[in-house]
């Protein structure tokens, strides 16, 4: 499955490609204003991801469509992966790049000491490197990581969650 987020859901475009999913962030396609946003997911045959109802009832006829309910993040987040059954990712090398969506390759230590922090070479072992040679991004298992378990553990154990995002996007 592939997303297209419009330009309101930057951060849970991060956040999706965190635990795996395809996500096209659209002013990176540079489809900002509403007409390219849908042109963008029909084209792509993308779920359409936006908070705005206009755009929302408009893409309806073109593409499939997603309208987000929260402003917060978290909410956000829980919406999307109820409607869509997320997964739990078993292990963080099946997270895509946050930054660009591409695939990560894990990297030995040694190949990143002079790429991050001293800091952070000494804590860690574990390094992964973005598969897109113009962003090339370095990640380790960090709080960013730490962050996305703990939220896809509330999904899990929030059983009802379902339920309820579901009567309100009805
Ligand atoms: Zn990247």
């Not at 475009?13 to 963008?40: C, F, N, T």
């Not at 109802?53 to 993040?73: G, H, I």
């Not at 072992?125 to 113009?134: E, Q």
């Amino acid at each position: 499955m592939l997303f297209v987020a419009d330009a309101m859901l930057g951060k849970l475009s991060r956040w999706l490609r965190l635990v795996g999913l395809r996500v096209i962030y659209a002013p990176e396609e540079l489809a900002v204003e509403d007409d390219d946003v849908i042109k963008l997911a029909a084209r792509r045959k993308a779920v359409l991801l936006t908070r705005d109802e206009e755009l929302a009832e408009k893409a309806k006829n073109y593409c499939r469509t997603f309208l987000v309910r929260s402003n917060d993040l978290r909410s956000q987040f829980r919406e999307v992966a109820a409607a869509f059954k997320i997964k739990i990712p078993k292990r963080e090398t099946q997270a895509l790049c946050p930054k660009c969506g591409s695939r990560l390759e894990r990297v030995p230590k040694k190949s990143v000491k002079t790429l991050v922090w001293p800091r952070v070479y000494a804590r860690h072992n574990a390094f992964w490197r973005c598969g897109n040679a113009r962003c090339a991004q370095i990640y380790w298992k960090g709080t960013h990581v730490r962050e996305i378990r703990r939220v896809l553990k509330e999904i899990k154990t929030a059983g009802d969650e379902k339920r309820v995002t579901r009567a309100r996007t009805a």
